[in-house]
């Protein structure tokens, strides 16, 4: 590959209770290893439950209700995630009473952690919380806990979700990416030009980087 003068930009719209968020995001981080690829990601908001009520609901209702999925269908997919996750290093454990939430003030918390620099480590370790280990993320003191985890202020943290500080300018960046078009995530944007949806693999990911690599400038 090419050197390339300035780093990738890479733009993430995504939610953290998208289990093909976090498979999707780690694909690429492989491949952006292997391909040795200069970059900056940059995470965007984006609801998959925006009318969830702010307690959340059970993981399995939620699925039957929203795609009319069986327990048969519902066990089959929690099957390939796992799977696709365990292929990237990351561990869903997936059990019958898992809740899908809101995560409207999530969005906000991580809003504030960007201007702390901590916006990326904070996203990796509340798909952790979910995914991994089942902690209540519509739990205010729950998620202050995590950002202190990450090295964040903990009463700030649930100051900044008291007051919901950050409420219009995350809802603004929604409609912003509901305005360019995406509909559903991961969507993944390189150099604000090229557009993927979902997890592509690290094989596709590999090869994409290495076709934006050759392009002229």
């Not at 609801?47 to 959340?56: T, Y």
């Not at 519902?74 to 799977?83: G, I, K, L, N, V």
């Not at 409207?104 to 952790?128: C, D, I, S, V, Y």
Request: charged residues 25%.
């Amino acid at each position: 590959m090419k050197n390339i003068e300035k780093p990738l930009r890479i733009d993430i719209v995504s939610d953290v209770v998208c289990p093909w968020c976090v498979v999707g995001y780690r694909q690429l981080a492989e491949a952006l290893k292997q391909t040795n690829t200069e970059y900056e990601i940059h995470w965007h908001p984006f609801e998959l439950n925006p009318n969830m009520p702010s307690e959340g609901q059970n993981f399995r209702e939620h699925i039957a209700e929203k795609y009319g999925s069986t327990k048969q269908e519902s066990d089959a997919s929690r099957a390939r995630m796992t799977e696709a996750g365990s292929e990237v290093g990351f561990e869903f454990n997936f059990s019958d009473d898992m809740r899908m939430h809101n995560t409207f003030n999530l969005h906000q918390l991580l809003h504030w952690a960007h201007q702390q620099g901590r916006m990326h480590e904070l996203k990796q370790a509340l798909f952790t919380a979910h995914f991994t280990n089942g902690r209540n993320i519509s739990d205010h003191s729950v998620l202050a806990d995590i950002a202190s985890e990450t090295g964040l202020d903990r009463s700030e943290a649930l100051a900044v979700l008291e007051d919901q500080r950050f409420a219009k300018e995350v809802r603004a960046a929604e409609q912003h990416w509901q305005q360019q078009g995406i509909q559903s995530v991961p969507a993944v944007i390189f150099n604000e030009r090229h557009l993927v949806s979902g997890a592509q693999g690290v094989e596709n990911f590999t090869s994409i980087l290495q076709q934006l690599a050759d392009m002229p400038d």
